[in-house]
Nanobody, 124 residues
Framework: QIQLVESGGGLVQSGASLRVSCGPSGRTFSDYDMGWFRQAPGKEREFVSYINWSGGETYYADSAKGRFTISRGNAKNTIYLQMNSLKPEDTAVYYC?????????????????WGQGTQVTVSS
């Protein structure tokens, strides 16, 4: 049963910007902490960014700092990841996840709900 749905992925050139979105399907996540992870071919899934339930706290992987911005919509049920200055190494399937995070915000095991992912491809 799909709980989260990502959208907005695509093919862009190096240096371009892209915004991916994640919304609920069938339930609300307005009181959940949420995050973005990504997985490149042949690599493990890695943390990208986190936002708490209220939107008042954010956290980024070093690779995302200064280039990516995570935000929540007004209804708190949708999150966005604005990605600027994209690089070929950002190419991956991007997943959103939701959970009530009481530990390490970058630990994928703490997130209970996941989307099916959206492909982001950055050409050089």
């Amino acid at each position: 049963q799909i709980q989260l749905v990502e959208s907005g992925g695509g093919l862009v050139q190096s240096g371009a910007s892209l915004r991916v979105s994640c919304g609920p399907s069938g339930r609300t996540f307005s009181d959940y902490d949420m995050g973005w992870f990504r997985q490149a071919p042949g690599k493990e899934r890695e943390f990208v960014s986190y936002i708490n339930w209220s939107g008042g706290e954010t956290y980024y992987a070093d690779s995302a700092k200064g280039r990516f911005t995570i935000s929540r919509g007004n209804a708190k049920n949708t999150i966005y990841l604005q990605m600027n200055s994209l690089k070929p190494e950002d190419t991956a399937v991007y997943y959103c996840a939701a959970g009530r995070i009481a530990g390490d915000r970058d630990d994928a095991r703490l997130y209970d709900y996941w989307g099916q992912g959206t492909q982001v491809t950055v050409s050089s």
